[in-house]
């Protein structure tokens, strides 16, 4: 393991002050000792009551905020309230986000559309600001430089533009500053969000408003030398993990391994709130769909039914509840279609799917895993970072020597605007965020599990790390003990025949459920990963809230081929059912939901996944041209929602 390489920003003050100095005649003398002589110091203290603690950031906060408007409107309204919210640059904002602390600032704000005016767009926009005076320093390769934009040359000289999945991503450098600027938009014709065309004559607009709205310099420079190492010296019997960047045989993108990041980005709580949990494949391990690389049956039928992705030789099973074991592998670079930098094929699955400790099932039948049976907690102390109805949840950690987000997904966007984790609401780590739970678009759209990911600042903007030894460090103290390294060499020669898991009745007692096998899992269970769960799954009790039997499978949808397993007709009949509800329930809140998976197989059909990153000219986004096939590697039914993946 080892600690993350950073360093610190230095902030042109003087150019920072020359530029408020313009100011100065609008800013009202008083306050406090020294405010009289510095127009930043009194600047800091007007926009406080816009824009609270503003002064706390240690690099120019830079908005699209009007400020010598307000400042003008203010000292002629004489202490009567002012309208604050038409000083957006000329945008109807809502939602605003705004966190400055020692390591910088974050903001986000939703432009609403608007229908008159030189800059029109019908739909709301999410743009968010932020700069860091923590830069990490990453070895791998960073993202593609972007395409220039003349018309703003001359107010961000080398001011780039990249098209990033579903967003547009600008980055400049001012006053020696690293800052950037996103837009959320969508390739597609059918999505929510505005297309990325218009979007970026939005972006243009937003960028061509910001102004200097605060901001202080360092009381003492910053001494940036992050310590993330601390492990117990106990040596667990139990746990084991395979090395970072150590992915299943044949899962990485282009035939590509995974990256042997040994970096312990922060120092964490582990997102479980109990032990054991297990990090492993959500995709190519049992009941997992393979990422639309094909599969091929090996016969059996119902949860018994035995399959093999086409991209390696391991038998699996149509039995989520088998996932449930050590050893941990690293999923971070697994095969998906997502942007990552870090990962050797530029493409990846931006974080690690993390299962908790146990598996309920409906019925000693079910394939699926119930939900809601275990607690996901706030890795860190800091702020939520989500609009309501969003399914990812960033937490905001802005703290001396460290910015870092952590991105959390796969909960019920519902319950979570229930429990108020909406933008702004502080969080302490260990804290309670939500249940474990199987969300992906809708109930039942993916495994029960959290999908877990860290993003860290850079010169090139906010990009995403591999978190897995983050989470091995922090498991390690949640257990109190060192895990062992385990690899495939070890279990050479063992049978691969897995173990058909039992059915307990009794949920786990507190001390079975810490428990795991007394000796490394065998050569099958790491050969095959389709070994049992650590103490079985259990049958759910009458009293858990659950869906009924037609809602209880999830249908998987694959590249088929005259090879490929072809589900039996019964079950794709009960999995599509025309109309179909579902009760769920979580913390005293039970919701029941309708709606017709045909509708929404034919929704995702019509749905086209755009990934990895190209340069942005005029030609920003052509909605037509938004499908690719990635080399013959996935087909148009591969597509994942645009909020799945939250702000980048």
Not at 20 to 46: I, K
Not at 100 to 114: E, F, H, K, M, N
Not at 131 to 148: K, Q, R
Not at 171 to 192: A, I, L, N, Q, S
Request: hydrophobic letters at 35%; a negative charge; glycine letters at 10%.
């Amino acid at each position: 393991m080892k600690s993350p390489r950073v360093s610190s920003v230095d902030v042109d003050w003087d150019a920072v002050r020359a530029t408020v100095s313009d100011l100065s005649p609008l800013l009202t003398e008083g306050g406090a000792d020294g405010a009289r002589s510095d127009a930043l110091a009194r600047l800091n203290q007007a926009i406080h009551d816009v824009f609270p603690n503003i002064a706390a950031s240690p690099i120019p906060v830079l908005l699209p905020f009007d400020t010598a408007a307000y400042l003008k409107d203010k000292a002629a309204a004489n202490g009567s309230a002012i309208n604050r919210g038409k000083y957006f640059g000329g945008f109807t904002a809502s939602n605003v986000f705004f966190f400055p602390g020692p390591a910088g600032y974050d903001a986000s704000i939703l432009l609403q559309p608007q229908d008159s005016g030189s800059l029109q767009f019908g739909k709301a926009v999410d743009a968010q600001i932020s700069a860091s005076s923590v830069i990490y320093e990453l070895d791998a390769p960073s993202m593609p430089e972007g395409s220039p934009i003349p018309e703003l040359e001359s107010q961000f000289p080398g001011i780039r533009r990249l098209m990033i999945e579903n967003h547009l991503r600008y980055t400049f450098v001012r006053f020696g500053v690293p800052y950037v600027v996103t837009m959320m938009c969508t390739e597609g014709r059918r999505e929510r969000r505005l297309s990325c065309r218009d979007a970026d004559k939005v972006g243009i607009q937003f960028l061509k408003t910001l102004s200097i709205a605060g901001g202080a310099p360092a009381h003492e420079p910053a001494r940036i030398a992050l310590q993330t190492i601390d492990r117990p010296e106990k040596v667990s019997p139990t746990f084991t993990y395979y090395a970072p960047g150590d992915v299943l045989p044949g899962t990485g993108m282009h035939g590509q391994a995974g990256r042997g990041d040994p970096t312990v980005f922060a120092k964490i709580r582990f997102p479980m709130a109990d032990a054991p949990s297990y990090v492993n494949s959500q995709v190519f391990m049992n009941w997992g769909e393979c990422d639309f690389t094909g599969r091929v049956s090996l016969g059996g039928s119902g949860k018994d039914a035995s399959y093999r992705c086409r991209v390696n030789s391991i038998p699996l099973f149509r039995d989520e509840s088998r996932n449930y074991t050590y050893p941990w592998r690293d999923n971070f670079c697994e095969h998906r279609y997502f942007a990552v930098s870090q990962c050797p094929a530029g493409l990846g699955h931006q974080g690690e799917d993390i299962r908790p400790g146990f598996c309920v099932l409906h019925s000693p039948d079910s394939e699926r895993c119930e939900p809601y049976h275990h607690d996901i907690v706030a890795v860190r102390d800091g702020l939520v970072l989500r609009d309501p109805g969003d399914q990812a949840l960033y937490l905001v950690v802005n703290a001396p020597g460290e910015h870092i987000r952590f991105r959390y997904l796969h909960m019920d966007p519902r319950l979570l605007d229930a429990a108020g984790m909406v933008s702004g609401r502080a969080l302490t780590a260990g804290e309670v965020i939500g249940a474990v739970d199987n969300y992906e678009d809708h109930q039942g759209g993916t495994t029960y599990h959290l999908h877990f990911d860290v993003q860290v600042p850079t010169r090139d903007g906010w990009l995403f790390v591999n978190p897995y030894m983050t989470l091995v460090a922090a498991y390690e103290r949640l257990i109190g003990a060192r895990g062992m390294v385990v690899n495939d060499s070890m279990f050479v020669g063992a049978s691969a025949t897995a173990a058909k898991p039992t059915i307990d009745a009794q949920a786990p007692t507190p001390a079975t459920i810490g428990a795991a096998p007394s000796t490394p899992p065998s050569t099958g269970t790491v050969a095959s990963n389709a070994q049992g769960p650590t103490t079985g799954p259990i049958v759910a009790p009458s009293v858990v809230p659950s869906a009924g039997p037609s809602a209880s499978v999830a249908p998987v949808h694959h590249e088929r081929s005259a090879d490929d397993d072809d589900e039996p007709s019964t079950r794709r009949h009960r999995a599509r059912t025309a109309e179909h509800c579902e009760t769920h329930g979580a913390r005293g809140h039970h919701r029941r939901h309708c709606g017709s998976d045909v509708a929404e197989e034919g929704e995702r059909e019509g749905r086209h996944h755009r990934h990895g990153f190209r340069s942005v000219d005029d030609d920003v986004s052509d909605e037509g041209r938004g499908s690719r096939h990635h080399h013959g590697d996935v087909h148009a039914r591969h597509a994942h929602r645009s909020s799945r993946h939250g702000r980048a």
